[in-house]
Structures are given as C-alpha cells and as structure tokens.
C-alpha cells in the first residue's frame, strides 16, 4: 500500500481535490435546500407542506447512483456541457437535502410549541419566530444527526466514480485497473478516505459537546 500510495500519490492528490470540492459544494447546497424543504413541511400553508413532503420522500427512497445518473445521462439533453463532475455533486445534493430536511424537521417539531406562540403572541411574524427562536434550538438538537449526515455525503461522493467524476474513487479505480494491485489500491483509498471522514467526524462531536455546554449553562 506504501508503494501505491508514493508512486501514484499526483493522481490520489487530484482525486482528493474533487472530492473535497463536490463535498465541499453539496455540503452546502444540501444544508440550503434541506432548510428551504424542511420549513415547507412544517408550514402553516398546505400546498409548501405537500411539496415539502413528496420532495422528501421521492429521493430518500431513491438510490443516490440513480440520482446522480440521471443528472449525468437524461439532463444533459436539455442542458448542454454537463460534465460528470457537475452531475454528481448536483446528485449529492439533491440526494443528502432530503436527508437533511428530514433531519431538521424533527429537530423543529421536537422544540417545545410554546416557544413559537410565546413568540408570536409577542408580536413576532411566523418568519421571525422561527428565525431567531425555533431555529437556533432545533440546529442544536440536530447537530449529532446532522454530522453523520455530513460524514455520510463525504463517502457517497465515491459515486462521482461511476460518472467520471474525476474523484478520489475514479482515480482508485485508474491505479487499480493499471497496477493490478487492487489489494494496495483500495486500502490506500480507504486510507485516504478516512483522513477525510475521521476530522469531521470529531469536529462534529466537539460542536456537540460546546454547545450542549452551552445550553447547560
């Protein structure tokens, strides 16, 4: 695995490169869009709460692989230049938004109801209550669920591999077909790939631990 790894370390480097970015990118377009769907579920207005609902439950029950093929094959004929990259982190995050916004749909539900009338009959709009009272408790409830949410997304970028992505797993599967050491190969993969999860893994269990302080106090 030593020698793989120092030989074809150039070609794991800029795997890592795209697979930081389409973690990086769908980390943050599945937190946005998993916000947006979850107070659509949770909305005094039916219509955003029926929306919110089938989105969530169409692509959790969906492979993440079909997802992201149909981004990489199917929309690429109505929108030219689609590359596997941009399929796939597009994939990422529809995928993991659904996830998220069930995520946080719990963790607003399971905020004591009181909260929102105190606020609302303190002269708050729905909007601010749930901005400045609702939110903030929810996010510290669901920050544990929330990270393995993010460790999750790190590892399903791998499918980037099957849409020439240009991934940490593509450039794997490059050296492994090259070598013939599929053994080294993957170990050195693994290896790689839990440098990324392991760090995030611990932030998160920090983030948990301050702020579960914070509440204490």
Do not use: C
């Amino acid at each position: 695995m030593i020698s793989i790894l120092t030989t074809y370390w150039p070609d794991f480097v800029e795997g890592l490169k795209y697979t930081l970015s389409a973690s990086i990118l769908a980390l943050i377009g599945s937190l946005i869009i998993g916000l947006i769907f979850a107070l659509f579920v949770i909305n005094p207005l039916k219509p955003l709460r029926v929306i919110g609902h089938v989105y969530i439950e169409i692509f959790r029950n969906i492979p993440l692989l079909v997802v992201a093929m149909f981004f990489y094959i199917v929309m690429p004929q109505f929108i030219p230049h689609l590359d596997g990259f941009t399929a796939g982190t597009i994939g990422l995050i529809i995928y993991t938004s659904a996830f998220i916004a069930e995520t946080i749909r719990a963790g607003i539900e399971s905020v004591d109801l009181g909260q929102m009338e105190a606020a609302r009959s303190n002269g708050m709009t729905y909007l601010q209550a749930m901005r400045y009272i609702v939110l903030p408790q929810a996010l510290k409830i669901v920050i544990p669920p929330l990270g393995n949410q993010f460790v999750n997304l790190v590892k399903n970028s791998s499918v980037l591999a099957f849409l020439a992505g240009f991934d940490l797993m593509y450039q794997g599967n490059l050296i492994a077909s090259t070598t013939f050491k599929t053994t080294d190969t993957y170990l050195a993969v693994g290896l790689l790939y839990l440098i990324l999860t392991m760090p995030l893994s611990y932030f998160m269990r920090y983030l948990e631990k301050r702020w579960s302080q914070g509440t204490a106090e």
